[in-house]
């Protein structure tokens, strides 16, 4: 059951992902509420600084929802960023529009 579980949440993560991967002005990370990187169309470094953001961000939220529900969105000057969770599973969409291309979020300057 539990491998079922897994199999068909997995094809789910590769449909979102494809959908929305190729657009080079749309980051885009695939995080687990816990912060881990699941899949990204940026570097590993650049996903996990935003994984790990949805997470402290989003930590409160129910496990699994049927639907897609957008958790938070943030609109900036140069960017759009929304965490939504990914219909019937654990999994954290995390997109990033932006008509610049960003790599990372903002750093502090200490």
Do not use: Y
């Not at 699941?38 to 929802?65: H, I, P, Y």
């Not at 958790?71 to 997109?95: C, D, K």
Request: proline fraction near 4%; aromatic fraction near 6%; hydrophobic fraction near 40%.
């Amino acid at each position: 059951f539990l491998l079922f579980g897994m199999s068909s949440e997995a094809s789910l993560v590769d449909q979102v992902f494809a959908k929305l991967a190729p657009d080079e002005h749309t980051t885009v990370v695939i995080a687990t509420r816990k912060g881990a990187v699941l899949k990204t169309n940026r570097s590993q470094e650049t996903g996990k600084k935003f994984a790990q953001w949805a997470s402290m961000m989003c930590n409160n939220t129910v496990g699994t929802l049927k639907e897609e529900v957008r958790l938070l969105r943030v609109a900036t000057t140069e960017s759009e960023i929304t965490i939504s969770t990914i219909p019937s599973s654990q999994f954290l969409l995390v997109t990033v529009h932006s008509e610049k291309l960003p790599d990372a979020l903002p750093t502090d300057t200490q």
